[in-house]
Nanobody, 124 residues
């Protein structure tokens, strides 16, 4: 069993920055891929970014490429999402997710464990 707890969400003005964290426990964190997904009101959950178990591979949704950076610190069992140049369209609940494999992609079905989410609101 893996427990995931997100933190770092909040209210920020457009153009600002936030850093989300995802603390993991219950399993060997460094062996599995992790990802961030988000869901805005009335919309389907969408992929944001993913990182491999050892951090050697990252992938991003086109909508956040160049603005968001995913990273992980396996010594701290924590994953991060640094978000910059935030837009109102980035407003959503952000969820972290953990796979069962070292490398995973952008589809939610590849991820087995999910956190409860943290709200990010970007005002104009």
């Amino acid at each position: 069993q893996v427990q995931l707890v997100e933190s770092g969400g909040g209210l920020v003005q457009a153009g600002g920055s936030l850093r989300l964290s995802c603390a993991a426990s219950g399993r060997t964190f460094s062996t599995v891929a992790m990802a961030w997904f988000r869901q805005a009101p009335g919309k389907e959950r969408e992929f944001v970014a993913a990182v491999s178990g050892n951090g050697d591979m990252t992938i991003y949704a086109d909508s956040v490429k160049g603005r968001f950076t995913i990273s992980r610190d396996n010594a701290k069992n924590t994953m991060y999402l640094q978000m910059s140049s935030l837009k109102t369209d980035d407003t959503a609940v952000y969820h972290c997710a953990a796979a069962l494999t070292t490398y995973s992609g952008s589809t939610s079905g590849e991820y087995h464990y999910w956190g409860q989410g943290t709200q990010v609101t970007v005002s104009s």
